[in-house]
C-alpha cells in the first residue's frame, strides 16, 4: 500500500503516490487546514500514480473546503486514469482547471 506525499510551497500543493481509501484517511485535518491559508492554491497532480472514487471524492472535498476559507482551488496535470474517473462518474467539468 502506497500512501500521499503532500508538499506545499509558493502555492502550488504537489501530490505524489496515491490517493486512495487506504491512503487518504492517513492525511489529517489539521494537516491541509493551513493550505487555505492562501487566497489561491493550484494542486499539482502530476505525479500521482493511482485513484479511486475515494481518492476524487477527497479532492471535491479539499474543494469544500477552500470554498470556506475563501481560497480559490485549480487542479493541474490531471493523470488519465482520474479523467477516465471524473468522466465515468459523471462528475466533468465541476473540478476547476488551472491555466497552465
Not at 17 to 23: F, K, T
Not at 37 to 49: G, P, Q, T, W
Not at 68 to 88: A, G, M, R, V, Y
Amino acid at each position: 500500500m502506497s500512501k500521499a506525499n503532500i508538499t506545499l510551497n509558493h502555492g502550488i500543493l504537489s501530490i505524489s503516490g496515491e490517493l486512495s481509501r487506504h491512503s487518504i484517511v492517513e492525511i489529517q485535518n489539521d494537516d491541509y487546514m493551513s493550505w487555505f491559508d492562501h487566497s489561491a492554491v493550484k494542486v499539482d497532480l502530476k505525479l500521482v500514480n493511482k485513484i479511486d472514487t475515494a481518492g476524487l471524492a477527497w479532492l471535491f472535498y479539499l474543494l469544500e473546503q477552500a470554498e470556506q476559507h475563501t481560497c480559490q482551488l485549480s487542479f493541474s496535470n490531471i493523470p488519465d486514469k482520474l479523467s477516465k474517473l471524473i468522466t465515468l462518474s459523471g462528475v466533468d467539468g465541476l473540478l476547476p482547471l488551472a491555466c497552465d
